[in-house]
């Protein structure tokens, strides 16, 4: 076990520098970077997310900036391009930024944010309790919810509930998050028809002059729709991998012994049938949480206006402030390598017949 977790941790380094390497070379290629921003502004050309970076440059430049609201046909001073390119990080070849970037990635060292005047990892243990507020609730409820019906739905295979549920449920699986969220605004969220709960934050303007009983339903009353928007497709799949997984052990051989000793179908199920076939869901709720947690809350954030990671990621990449892109893409891939680990090991934790070093199942 001990040689299979170094190998894992071993292969997370150039799984990371490949993820690293081919987005830094995307990015860079991108047009529209920090540097092409400030010119722009320069140029007259309106772009709040580069204004507060104009009292950074020098007298020259400003005074650059004052003399005229559009400088396309003449161009800058190379001079103010070149104080522009230095005060980003742009005067060093590529190849020598990414490697200091490696560099101080390997102490964590993700630099400041180009436009938010504060750290990268400030701005990330800001967004953080957000993003895992709302992935720890939706996978809560994907959970108390989709196996329960997954078990209900084996049990009753074929019956209309079986049909009429499936339906439902494939119904869901097809509907993005992010258009569900659309579709809950509109319906619930002072669109076309109800006004019930608010449209964007997770807590009212007063919040903290609520009392504490208030402060909780004032947070269950913000969270109840962008929680809805997340589980939507999480619920279907673990649904329907409940059931199968259910159906496949029923018919299995020891459960047909169980059932010929005479023991009740109640203690077959939950006695036999449930531990094993629970295996693969137990395993599974660490990558079914950081799944919650990374797919689709880009989206659910931007609609609700939630102050998270994903609207963070959104934003940066608006505003091209790479080393808050480069920053939240390195935690989340090795938040995902982690988590895909630990996946492994709760796997052997709950059957410990299986086996990663032989890559087999002992008897």
Same mark, same amino acid.
């Given at each position: 076990m001990g040689s299979?977790?170094?190998r894992r941790l071993l292969l997370m380094i150039p799984t990371l520098l490949g993820?690293?390497?081919?987005?830094?070379?995307?990015?860079?290629?991108?047009?529209?970077?920090?540097?092409?921003?400030?010119?722009?502004?320069?140029?007259?050309?309106?772009n709040n997310a580069t204004g507060n970076r104009l009292s950074g440059l020098g007298s020259e430049t400003r005074s650059a900036a004052?003399?005229?609201t559009y400088r396309g046909a003449q161009g800058l001073d190379p001079s103010v391009i070149e104080e522009i390119e230095k005060m980003y990080g742009f005067d060093k070849p590529a190849g020598e930024r990414f490697m200091d970037m490696l560099i101080n990635y390997a102490t964590f060292d993700f630099g400041d944010s180009f436009f938010r005047n504060t750290s990268v990892i400030d701005l990330i243990k800001e967004k953080l309790p957000v993003s895992i507020t709302l992935g720890l609730w939706s996978t809560l409820i994907i959970y108390l919810i989709s196996i329960p019906l997954g078990i209900k739905k084996a049990k009753s295979h074929g019956s209309n509930f079986d049909i009429w549920s499936s339906a439902v449920i494939i119904i869901g699986y097809a509907i993005p998050g992010f258009l569900f969220a659309i579709i809950l605004i509109v319906f619930f969220a002072g669109g076309s028809f109800f006004d019930w709960f608010p449209l964007r934050g997770l807590t009212s303007p007063n919040y903290n002059e609520l009392s504490g009983v208030d402060k909780i339903i004032d947070y269950f009353w913000h969270i109840t729709l962008p929680i809805l928007a997340y589980t939507i497709g999480g619920f279907a799949t673990l649904t329907m991998l409940t059931k199968n997984s259910f159906l496949d052990e029923i018919t299995k051989q020891y459960v047909q012994t169980a059932r010929a000793k005479g023991l009740r179908e109640r203690r077959v199920l939950y006695g036999h049938v449930f531990r094993n076939a629970m295996l693969i869901i137990i395993a599974s709720f660490p990558a079914a949480f +950081?799944? %919650?947690? !990374?797919?689709?809350?880009?989206? +659910?954030? %931007?609609? !609700?206006?939630?102050?998270g990671l994903g609207l963070l990621s959104f934003e940066s990449v608006q505003t091209r402030d790479y080393p808050v892109i480069f920053g939240t893409l390195f935690i989340f891939t090795l938040l995902g390598l982690i988590v895909k680990l630990i996946s492994d090991l709760v796997y052997i934790a709950v059957d410990p017949r299986i086996s990663f070093e032989s890559q087999e199942v002992r008897s």
């Open positions: 299979y977790i170094l993820v690293l390497v081919i987005n830094f070379v995307i990015v860079q290629a991108a047009p529209g970077g920090p540097v092409e921003q400030m010119i722009f502004k320069l140029e007259g050309r309106d004052n003399r005229s +950081i799944s %919650v947690f !990374f797919t689709g809350a880009m989206l +659910i954030e %931007v609609i !609700f206006s939630l102050d």
